[in-house]
C-alpha cells in the first residue's frame, strides 16, 4: 500500500523558513520523480517542484525559483522542500505527489499547512 506522509509545516513570518518532509513507503522511492504541489483558498493546486529520481535534475515554478529548493534522500525515502523567503502568497496546502505504475497512476500526500503572515 502506497502511502505519502507530508510533515513540516506551520505557521511563519514573511521572510522566513521551513523545510518540509514527504515520507514515502509501500514504493521503491528510489524509481521516482517526486513532484510537490500547493493549494491555496479558492484556487487551483498548483506545481512547484519536481525532481528525478536519482536527484540530477529538478525543476521549479516561476513563483518560487530561486527561493525554495527540493531535495531528495533516496536512504530515508524521503523528498524535501527548503522554503526560504517565503511571502504571504507561499500560503496554501502542500502536497507531495508520485506517478506509480505503468499506468502512472497519481498518489498524494494528505499535505501539510503553510501559513505566512505578514
Known amino acids: 500500500q502506497v502511502q505519502l506522509v507530508e510533515s513540516g509545516g506551520g505557521l511563519v513570518q514573511a521572510g522566513g523558513s521551513l523545510r518540509l518532509s514527504c515520507a514515502a513507503s509501500?514504493?521503491?522511492?528510489?524509481?521516482?520523480?517526486m513532484d510537490w504541489f500547493r493549494q491555496a483558498p479558492g484556487k487551483e493546486r498548483e506545481f512547484v517542484a519536481f525532481i528525478s529520481a536519482g536527484g540530477s535534475s529538478t525543476a521549479y515554478s516561476i513563483y518560487v525559483k530561486g527561493r525554495f529548493s527540493i531535495s531528495r534522500d533516496n536512504s530515508k525515502n524521503t523528498v524535501y522542500l527548503q522554503m526560504n523567503s517565503l511571502k504571504p502568497e507561499d500560503t496554501a496546502v502542500y502536497y507531495c505527489r508520485a506517478k506509480i505504475g505503468p499506468a502512472r497512476t497519481d498518489y498524494w500526500g494528505q499535505g501539510t499547512q503553510v501559513t505566512v503572515s505578514s
Open positions: 509501500g514504493v521503491t522511492f528510489s524509481n521516482l520523480g
